[in-house]
């Protein structure tokens, strides 16, 4: 007997011709996506493939998010930034156009370097965002206006971001993964020495920042346009922290790196002047943030791929303790982390880890 389908899943299917023309779940941590062609009676006039999206339920949250709604701030933006696939209501629900193409990831994977039409496309959403500041930009925020940074402040900007690790991915976690976290040497004194890592930003001008520029969030069409979807991390600040987060991501060989760097910053001052001050001192503090933020992240979404159909399964261990050898390697320094284990005590740590869950699942 298969399984009820989602509410989602039941949604796609009364907005399509028939379920077998909906395609999904399409891959995605955050959300569960559909895409299909709409029945004629729900989109007259909308030709090709849309998509629903929605988060998926029991998810945990690693980064915070300021705007309320992800599709109200692509109403508003696509009327300023032209690699936003269309946005539209049918039926009462917000949809988007499909994009038929392939993501970045597919064509050129982490590593390589990606080709300069490619690049040159890049340069210029980061172009399209620098212009959109926080006056022009009139959607509803959703996060606390104690937890947002004075315009121009880097610092306090990044200040908060590391509040909200320390808060709601590694305080808010300990009940479940102190003891995984402590096997591998991280603690609330790791935050201490990361703020000094850190300190020190230059002020920049604040601008709009999509927050998860990676290969699986740029998709190329037919005709080789580059388009940028996954807008949910969207927030106003230090636009230099856009790049950082990029150039995490991406892993970009160093030569393409460099580049990238010299163009971003070439552009920046062309746009509004001042968003690339002191960028040779701070990109590197920020990138020590990043690293930092995705040790404690991924020690947690590494945990979670080690259950299947709701039971460990132990032959997922090696790749994951492989996984987090390379992660916890990165951040070591960030966080000043005395020892490195190796993949064999890490994985020795994610088994207790599973005992221990196992035992208190039962």
């Known amino acids: 007997m298969s399984p009820e389908p989602s509410t989602t899943r039941r949604r796609a299917n009364d907005l399509s011709d028939h379920s077998d023309a909906v395609e999904g779940p399409l891959c995605g941590y955050h959300h569960e996506t559909y895409a299909f062609p709409l029945s004629a009676e729900a989109g007259a006039g909308f030709t090709g493939r849309w998509k629903i999206r929605e988060p998926r339920e029991r998810l945990l949250w690693f980064d915070r998010r300021c705007f309320r709604s992800e599709y109200e701030l692509l109403y508003h933006l696509q009327r300023r930034i032209d690699v936003i696939p ?3 209501l049918v039926g009462g629900l917000d949809l988007q156009r499909f994009v038929e193409g392939v993501t970045l990831g ?4 982490s590593g390589e370097a990606v080709s300069g039409a490619v690049s040159a496309q890049i340069l210029e959403v980061f172009r399209q965002l620098i212009a959109v500041t926080s006056v022009a930009l009139l959607v509803k925020r ?3 206006p104690k937890d947002r940074a004075e315009e121009g402040d880097s610092a306090g900007f990044l200040e908060r971001l590391i509040h909200f690790t320390q808060e709601h991915v590694y ?12 096997d591998l040497g991280l603690g609330p004194d790791s935050f201490g020495y990361l703020r000094k890592r850190v300190a020190g930003l230059k002020k920049r001008p604040f601008c709009l920042l999509h927050g998860d520029l990676h290969r699986e969030n740029f998709i190329l069409d037919s005709a080789g346009k580059v388009w940028a979807i996954d807008w949910e991390l969207a927030m106003l600040g230090d636009p230099l922290y856009d790049l950082a987060t990029h150039l995490h991501l991406m892993r970009y060989p160093v030569l393409q790196e460099q580049e990238i760097i010299q163009r971003w910053c070439a552009i920046a001052e062309e746009v509004r002047e001042g968003s690339s001050e002191g960028w040779d001192e701070d ?7 990043k690293k930092a933020q995705s040790l404690f992240t991924d020690v947690i979404r590494e945990t979670q791929s080690l259950v299947v159909t709701g039971a460990f399964d132990p032959r997922r261990l090696r790749e994951a303790s492989l996984r987090l050898r390379h992660v916890l390697w990165a951040a070591s320094e960030p966080l000043g982390l005395t020892s490195r284990p190796s993949p064999w005590e890490i994985e020795a740590a994610l088994q207790r880890w599973c005992k221990a869950n196992e035992a208190a699942r039962t």
């Open 86 to 88: 269309e946005v539209a």
């Open 106 to 109: 597919e064509r050129h994977p």
């Open 142 to 144: 959703n996060c606390d």
């Open 171 to 182: 305080e808010r976690n300990l009940p479940e993964y102190k003891g995984l976290f402590a």
């Open 283 to 289: 990109l590197p503090r920020l990138l020590a943030y």
